[in-house]
């Protein structure tokens, strides 16, 4: 069992949209999460990053971190095409220097 | 701007033959590291390096070498021994060996001739 599940998609939506993109995982010491954007062929970019639970908004994007339920989420609120890329969760846990990613989420967002 | 360079952003390998893949950063970060990601999976880690003159095998080390003789520089060869290569490398940093968050390069696809 990977220690990070993300569906791969493709998730298809219309543009203004709100997306929901979301990543499980099994080690309860994990305390750092990020999400990252990844558009083809180029590096990941850095979109969202949480330390423990809650949730953080930056403009359209919320990532919210629920650590009893082991699930973390990255919502995008009017969706542009723009949007279209892969996003990736990654995790750390603390005093650890290795990351754990997620296989990546591929998004399409329709005119 | 502070960041992380690759290069070069496309390379071809012959049958036999080594090849060496740059990445240098100016973000003044002790960590960096080596992913590579092929197609519909996640980021695999090759080796990491923590500090100067120092680095540790990742999860699928074998038929890859580094160095970091250099703050700045961690150069990644794909020897010959590494019979699948194809896939697309990158380079990644953060502040120190516990830092919470990694920054990326922006990747170079190897492919096999």
């Known amino acids: 069992q990977k220690e990070v599940e993300q569906d791969p998609g493709p998730l298809s939506v219309p543009e203004g949209a709100i997306v929901s993109l979301n990543c499980t995982y099994s080690?309860?010491?994990?305390?750092?999460f990020m999400w990252y954007r990844q558009y083809s062929r180029k590096g990941p970019e850095l979109l969202m990053y949480t330390y423990s639970s809650g949730n953080k908004e930056d403009g359209r994007f919320t990532a919210q971190v629920d650590k009893s339920s082991k699930y973390i989420s990255l919502f995008i609120r009017d969706s542009q095409p723009s949007d279209s890329a892969t996003y990736l969760c990654a995790m750390k846990k603390n005093n650890f220097n290795k990351f754990y990613f997620g296989s990546g989420t591929k998004l399409n967002v329709k005119p | 701007d502070g960041g992380i360079t690759q290069s070069p952003k496309y390379l071809f390998r012959k049958e036999g033959q080594n090849v060496t893949l740059s990445c240098e950063q100016n973000?003044?970060?002790?960590?960096m590291y080596w992913y590579r990601q092929d197609p519909g999976q996640g980021l695999r880690l090759i080796y990491y390096s923590q500090i100067v003159n120092d680095f540790q095998k990742g999860d699928i080390a074998e038929g890859y070498s580094v160095s970091r003789e250099k703050k700045e520089s961690f150069p990644l060869t794909v020897t010959s021994a590494q019979k699948n290569p194809t896939a697309f490398y990158l380079c990644?940093?953060?502040?120190?060996?516990?830092?919470?968050?990694?920054?990326f390069g922006s990747g170079t696809q190897l492919s096999v001739l």
């Open positions: 990644a940093s953060s502040i120190d060996s516990v830092g919470e968050k990694l920054f």
């Open positions: 973000l003044n970060h002790d960590a």
């Open positions: 080690n309860s010491a994990f305390q750092y």
